[in-house]
């Protein structure tokens, strides 16, 4: 299938580093693709440059980003301001700091609606009442004149959804949508999330470091380490048998509901060393940290190639499914 979101070779720069290397990855349409690895790994950073919203000191030094045809990367920025919100929008991390603590919840969803689709003021106000109905927010009426802070967490990130939704656009992008939100409401967020992607048809990219929603909530996972793709897979054979030996640890130092249930008191295993250290070091930058390095790991970064079960994997390592023959629950312990 034809990808509708289609990135190739994207580097991102700051003054004395290169956070994001050489990543390319498709997003089909109607697909709920995420993106998992450490703090520093470079996930939000590719959402912001997907956006063209960097912050100031960062820049893309190549690639590309092509979205029905255009790349995004070279549109001029007037026409880039007017495909995000109607093309390409996204739900930042913290809604407390992304929505406007003096304006009204009901005029912020307006101002979109009035910019993108062209709507008069009370036709705006109609429409954002639907769009928090929408988003299951009780009372929407009511909830429109209220400001931010009078607004639960788990409510806060719901009216950041109902923004994003406004204009139907063809691609969401959440950037840890359920931070510092208790579990009952993280499992409500991304409901909501999957049932608009259902129901508006539209592809749904997921940045998080939490393996746990993963499975549930998503088509396809890209594990990335120190700005790079690492391995690409569905959940289910990525949990199964992880490959590569950063995606291994990754399993192996996350707590398992078969542990719980039978009271086991192992200690969860860690992946030793640093990953902001390992960013610098030259070949694999996961080298430093691998229990399987080979000599060429230090000084040959590997290319990405196809492996077993449809997947892609960037390691030296022989990573057959035969050779490693790996399963979740015999992830490797650091």
């Avoid at 289609?6 to 697909?31: H, K, M, Q, W, Y």
């Avoid at 929603?213 to 890209?222: E, F, K, P, T």
């Avoid at 078969?258 to 992946?271: C, G, K, N, P």
């Amino acid at each position: 299938m034809t990808p509708l979101l289609d990135v190739r070779d994207l580097t991102i720069c700051f003054p004395n580093a290169t956070p994001v290397r050489n990543l390319s990855f498709g997003l089909a349409p109607a697909e709920a693709l995420a993106i998992v690895g450490e703090s520093g790994s470079g996930k939000s950073l590719t959402a912001l440059a997907l956006m063209r919203l960097l912050p100031g000191a960062a820049r893309i030094a190549s690639g590309r980003v092509r979205l029905d045809n255009d790349d995004l990367l070279a549109l001029p920025e007037v026409e880039m301001r007017s495909r995000r919100g109607r093309d390409i929008a996204m739900i930042f991390q913290e809604p407390m700091t992304s929505l406007n603590p003096v304006l009204t919840i009901g005029r912020q969803i307006a101002e979109v609606l009035q910019l993108h689709r062209g709507l008069t003021k009370a036709q705006a106000r109609r429409e954002a009442a639907e769009l928090l109905d929408l988003v299951r927010i009780p009372n929407p009426e009511r909830c429109l004149d209220d400001h931010p802070h009078r607004l639960s967490g788990g409510m806060r990130q719901r009216v950041m959804i109902a923004i994003a939704a406004a204009c139907r656009p063809k691609i969401l992008i959440a950037d840890e949508p359920t931070t510092a939100l208790d579990v009952t409401i993280q499992a409500q967020v991304l409901e909501l999330l999957d049932r608009l992607r259902r129901e508006l048809s539209l592809s749904l990219l997921l940045i998080t470091h939490d393996l746990g929603l993963v499975g549930q909530w998503a088509d396809r996972v890209i594990v990335m380490y120190a700005g790079r793709k690492v391995e690409e897979a569905s959940p289910g054979i990525l949990f199964e048998r992880p490959l590569h030996p950063y995606t291994r640890g990754l399993l192996a130092a996350s707590p398992r509901l078969h542990d719980r249930l039978h009271y086991r008191s192992a200690r969860l295993a860690e992946i030793p060393g640093n990953i902001a250290s390992a960013a610098t070091q030259a070949g694999c930058p996961f080298a430093p940290r691998c229990p399987d390095r080979l000599a060429r790991c230090r000084t040959n970064v590997p290319d990405e190639r196809d492996a077993a079960s449809g997947r892609r994997v960037a390691c030296h390592v022989d990573l057959t499914e035969s050779s490693r023959g790996l399963h979740h629950d015999a992830a490797l312990s650091y």
